[in-house]
């Protein structure tokens, strides 16, 4: 059995090239749920959402979330009541786009939630509807959440800074409220300790595997089986493929560099894989303590995933 520890696009990714080299079904996916919210009265998970759609063959691989050929009528719709919302309401916020075919993911969610189901059986209910065969598992049950402290002072919501603000603010700091009493899933826990190979997978390493390691006992779990620990790292050349990351780490005082994930990573896995570009900087990889393993990580097409794919594994062993 393989662990894979996930954010959303870059995960799902690997995910999808990891399929190509193993049977899925002998896949476990622990998603990180720091930056769920709540908008118009639903529950919404995007990490877990881009996963499930990436694997059910539905994601719109151009933006690289949502679902392919979904219509914005309900989005649409919502501009009308904007008009009209008195000042320091909430209501009818448009922006944060939810498709009205995706609409119906956050429903069922919602009204799972809302009759006592935890979040991890409705996640598997969710993959089961989408035909994914990889176990989907949130991180925790419990609500965790991520907050952004701008370099100004004021706090905000993951999903404000990522998508009202557009990434585009200075951070400050990370925090992640409710961590401290959320308990790591327990078959998240048990994929850990048990699977065969843990993949700590191309995603943000502050706000996508951050979240998750934010958990009690998880770098514990970690590094006790560190030496079947691999990291693949989403900087390459110095650049994160997508989202903020590179300019996050810098900002917190982290060098943006593969050498700044190895740093990040070091005392929960022996091996990193870092792109040919960065060739130059395996030396200094290995000085962290972590032994680089050289192969071309940017998923520019099946066969590069699923090379990457066996890589991976192969640095486990």
């Known amino acids: 059995m393989i662990c894979v520890i996930c954010g959303g696009v870059g995960a799902a990714r690997f995910l999808l090239a990891l399929r190509q080299v193993v049977d899925p079904s002998e896949v476990v996916a622990v998603v990180n749920t720091g930056d769920d919210t709540v908008l118009h009265g639903l529950a919404i998970s995007p990490d877990i959402d881009t996963v499930t759609y990436t694997l059910g063959g539905a994601i719109d691989a151009e933006r690289g979330w949502g679902l392919s050929g979904e219509t914005w009528t309900a989005m649409a719709g919502l501009e009308r009541y904007a008009r009209v919302r008195p000042p320091g309401s909430a209501a009818a916020p448009t922006w944060f786009n939810l498709g009205d075919r995706?609409?119906?993911?956050?429903?069922?969610?919602?009204?799972?939630?809302?009759?006592?189901?935890?979040?991890?059986?409705?996640?598997?209910?969710?993959?089961?509807?989408?035909?994914?065969?990889?176990?989907?598992?949130?991180?925790?049950?419990?609500?965790?959440?991520?907050?952004?402290?701008?370099?100004?002072?004021?706090?905000?919501?993951?999903?404000?800074?990522?998508?009202?603000?557009?990434?585009?603010?200075?951070?400050?700091?990370?925090?992640?409220?409710?961590a401290a009493d959320a308990a790591l899933h327990p078959d998240a826990a048990r994929a850990i300790a048990d699977a065969d190979t843990v993949v700590i997978a191309p995603s943000n390493p502050i706000v996508s595997i951050g979240p998750i390691r934010a958990l009690a006992g998880v770098d514990a779990l970690l590094?006790?089986?560190?030496?079947?620990?691999?990291?693949?790292?989403?900087?390459?050349?110095?650049?994160?493929?997508?989202?903020?990351?590179?300019?996050?780490?810098?900002?917190?005082?982290?060098?943006?560099?593969?050498?700044?994930?190895?740093?990040?990573?070091?005392?929960?896995?022996?091996?990193?894989?870092?792109?040919?570009?960065?060739?130059?900087?395996?030396?200094?990889?290995?000085?962290?303590?972590?032994?680089?393993?050289?192969?071309?990580?940017?998923?520019?097409?099946?066969?590069?995933?699923?090379?990457?794919?066996?890589?991976?594994?192969?640095?486990?062993?």
């Not at 209910?125 to 370099?151: G, K, Q, Y």
């Not at 990522?162 to 409710?178: E, Q």
């Not at 022996?270 to 290995?286: G, Y």
């Open 102 to 178: 995706d609409l119906a993911t956050h429903f069922y969610r919602t009204s799972r939630l809302g009759e006592g189901a935890g979040l991890g059986q409705v996640t598997n209910e969710i993959a089961s509807a989408w035909n994914v065969p990889e176990r989907l598992i949130p991180m925790s049950d419990s609500r965790v959440a991520t907050m952004v402290e701008l370099e100004g002072g004021s706090t905000v919501s993951f999903q404000e800074y990522f998508v009202k603000l557009r990434h585009d603010v200075p951070v400050r700091s990370i925090t992640f409220a409710g």
């Open 223 to 317: 590094a006790a089986r560190r030496s079947s620990v691999v990291a693949v790292s989403p900087i390459v050349g110095g650049a994160a493929l997508k989202g903020p990351a590179a300019r996050m780490l810098t900002e917190l005082g982290h060098e943006s560099s593969v050498v700044g994930v190895a740093l990040l990573y070091r005392d929960i896995a022996a091996s990193l894989v870092i792109d040919p570009v960065d060739s130059t900087l395996a030396d200094s990889v290995r000085a962290t303590g972590m032994r680089p393993i050289v192969v071309p990580s940017v998923m520019v097409s099946p066969e590069v995933g699923a090379a990457l794919a066996r890589a991976v594994l192969a640095a486990s062993a």
